[in-house]
């Protein structure tokens, strides 16, 4: 059984949440602060994370940014804020998903259920190269070289889906579609904002390989010379 902890400040938006994934057969802790849920985590981690941005004390994106620092557990963020900096700042502290509040339980439901569906696929056999890269599925692990790329879960699947198309171009819908689950809940915003911290960790690990915007398109990897 998967285990779910959610953090929410909103004693009834804890409930419901909490009840709905019950009911969907998920093991499902509540926090009504963000230390609570650290200190839970820290001694018994969960399979998925869902944070309210707005918390007294540690809120959502300092949590985030705390649990990425030891961990690639997936995290949704919860916030009544929609604008385009709150999505890069959610995205840049190591969140997979954007949730605006007010939401519907079926959606938010249906985005846990895509985030543990691309876990559990079946991964291809053998390990993808491209450049100085090495990606492998089995152990959903990234090198270049000998060295480690530490990436969280939305991050490795996007790179596995453009080493496993590396020759085409891949649009932003595709991304959306393959590496989120759907294709209608989010905005093409996401996909950006992932690339972009994808590109930062090649940078920052010396890598040849770039993700290359093919204006109007989408993304597809290129290495340097």
């Known amino acids: 059984m998967r285990r779910i902890y959610i953090a929410d400040d909103e004693v009834d938006i804890l409930k419901l949440i909490q009840s709905f994934l019950l009911e969907e057969g998920y093991d499902v802790k509540s926090f009504v602060s963000g230390g609570e849920l650290l200190t839970a985590f820290e001694n ?7 944070l309210d941005v ?5 809120d959502g994106l300092s949590l985030c940014s705390a649990i990425r620092k030891r961990s690639n557990v997936p995290i949704i963020l919860l ?15 190591g969140c997979d998903d954007y949730f605006t509040k ?22 291809k ?19 270049r070289g000998d060295v ?11 790179l596995r889906y453009l080493m496993e198309n590396q020759k ?5 819908e595709e991304l959306l579609n393959i590496v989120w689950g759907y294709d209608n809940f989010v905005e093409t915003r996401a996909t950006d904002d992932i690339v972009k911290r994808l590109r930062k960790k090649l940078l920052g690990a010396g890598s040849s390989v770039v993700i290359e915007t093919v204006w109007g398109i989408g993304f597809r990897l290129r290495g340097l010379e």
């Not at 190269?129 to 692990?141: A, I, V």
């Not at 790329?149 to 699947?157: D, G, I, M, Q």
């Open 168 to 172: 085409k171009v891949v649009s932003r």
């Open 148 to 158: 480690e790329l530490k990436l969280t879960n939305t991050e490795f699947s996007l």
């Open 125 to 143: 056999e053998g390990c993808l190269s491209f450049g100085d890269l090495t990606l492998y599925p089995p152990q959903r692990t990234v090198y």
């Open 54 to 58: 707005m918390m007294p004390g540690m």
């Open 79 to 93: 916030t009544a804020r929609d604008t385009d900096a709150d999505y890069i700042t959610g995205f840049t502290v």
């Open 102 to 123: 007010p939401f519907s339980m079926v959606k938010l439901a249906l985005r846990i259920k895509a985030i543990f569906s691309r876990m559990t696929d079946e991964p």
């Open 44 to 50: 018994q981690p969960a399979d998925l994370l869902v």
